[in-house]
């Protein structure tokens, strides 16, 4: 599945890494074009899979007329060594019957590279929140048994809300069902958290609740969100801080130029 | 595999259970149901030959290539194919290009074919393997330069696998590739409108190992492709292939001697590869542009 694009594979052995679900409002995805974009980050392999749409494009995240001109493909992994941070970004849908397949491919492969942990960001409907999330913060996170060992004391220091488990058949008392984890629109995100349950796998699952729309600011709620964990532009020498990069690849979002003649 | 003729055969004719969906196999399988069943039907018993009835075969999504005996031989005896262009036509106004400037030239041998069944296959009777939709030629005098015209809708689940298996076949070292592929302007995404009068152009998009000069312009952020050419620039990108994508972008739907004259450019790059036919007159390029099709009178 990863295909190294290097001369030599990389060590991945105790990064991080960082990889969006596709989901609602693809917040995961531009939330992650923003950390690759900003930290400068270099490609060094490919997700080489038939679980994913097929697509190509140039250099999504070219700064000048001599790297607009590389080709990328729909998921592929990039670093920033200095940061021990690796992300992956996927730029296509998952095809519909491959989604089981696809977060087998990646549990075996954030385990074979031996990732100190994994997080993963994702959104959910917002729409479909029952009463209880509806009210304060729309950004939640849910985290493996393996990795709440870890990272307890830094979660709750941040004071972060955990992601509820909603009841299956709201407002009906008769029935015994539990209330389960439900994460509407999420992708892959709940059947990938509950594999690394089960795989003993440290995960982070970040989400925010948001509809389909003009994404940008749940994209820059979502990256502040991960950041002040994560302290990922505290390195950053050009001023001003804390101010992430837009990719080039995010102009006309909605479509080309108006017609004049339409007026 | 040949299909199995359901109509003529006797034997069919007292397996008549295959027709219902309840008892529907897998092909290939032996249909003698009784040694496993307690079902009792006299004549079940005599029925044990495999079958692969047409229907079944086209109801896989799985891609086939069928190649010529004599490439069918050597790829079993493990040889790919040695090629070292491999010039691949996506859509109609593509496909006919090749057809009307550069198969037509007779030089060349129709190899193989792919066969390839979704949901918007059409299934026509009598459909001989040339007008198949995805067919594979070879240059007779100089057999490293294969020529590939898909027409067919290829769907997303069988992109990558059509890829993967194509280029199976084929050998790596030193191969060129070139994708002509059809696109509609609406999907071209720009921040001046674009009048009418700028359609078709071409978009190039080529992969890091391609180190040649495009023949155009490359292709602008945030415009991306999708599709067969996005499959095959995939796979060419992670297995180091030099290839390129020439994509057409036009405001006109179905074929058209525009749209396809627009792909001129790329002919500088295949006339040092093989030998073109002199630009051929609008007679025969209207031959290759098809009257509407008498189902599509949305617009009449």
Known sequence: MFVSSQNSPPVFKDFTLVMPAVAVGNVGQLAVDLIVSTLNMSRVGYMHTDCLIPMAGNNPYSTSKEDAEELHTPAEVYTAAELKLAVLQIRAPIIQTKSKRFRQQLVSWIKASGFSRTVVLSSSHAYQRDDQQLQGSPLRYLVTPSLLGVSADALKELGWREMERTPAFPGVTDTDAEPRLSIPGGGITKGLYSDSCAEDLPLAVLLLFCSEGDNIPDAFALVNHLNDWLHLLDNQDQAPKNKWKIPTSWSLLFGSGIPPALF | ?300
């Open chain 2, 1 to 300: 595999m040949k299909p199995f003729n359901l109509s003529k055969s006797k034997d069919f004719q007292r397996c008549h259970h295959l027709r219902t969906g309840r008892n529907q196999r897998e092909p290939d399988t032996p249909i003698n149901y009784l040694k496993n069943s307690s079902q009792k039907c006299s004549s079940w018993k005599k029925c044990n030959q495999k079958v692969t009835p047409l229907m079944w075969e086209k109801q896989t999504r799985e891609v086939n290539l069928l190649w010529s005996p004599e490439i069918l031989q050597s790829l079993t005896s493990g040889n790919k194919l040695q090629c070292s262009d491999f010039i691949l036509a996506v859509g109609h106004n593509a496909a006919s290009f090749l057809s009307a400037y550069v198969l037509s030239s007779s030089n060349w041998d129709a190899v193989g074919r792919a066969s390839v069944w979704n949901e918007r296959s059409r299934a026509v009777a009598g459909q001989s393997s040339e007008d198949s939709a995805c067919v594979f030629y070879r240059h007779k005098d100089n057999p490293s330069v294969l020529i590939c015209r898909v027409t067919c809708y290829i769907a997303e689940d069988q992109l990558f696998q059509w890829a993967e298996k194509v280029f199976d076949c084929v050998q790596h070292r030193g191969l060129n590739v070139t994708v002509l592929s059809d696109s509609s302007v609406a999907d071209y995404k720009t921040e001046n409108y674009l009048s009418s009068s700028s359609a078709p152009f071409l978009r190039s998009l080529h992969t890091t190992a391609f180190s040649d000069q495009p023949v155009c312009q490359s292709l602008e952020q945030p415009n991306i492709v999708t599709g067969l050419p996005a499959a095959v620039l995939n796979h060419c990108q992670v297995h180091c292939i030099a290839a390129a994508v020439y994509q057409c972008y036009s405001d006109v739907i179905g074929p058209d001697s525009v749209t396809m004259e627009t792909y001129t450019p790329v002919l500088t790059k295949l006339g040092k590869v093989m030998q073109l036919v002199q630009p051929p007159s609008t007679d025969v390029l209207s031959k290759f542009v098809r009257s509407t099709d008498i189902q599509s009178n949305l617009y009449i």
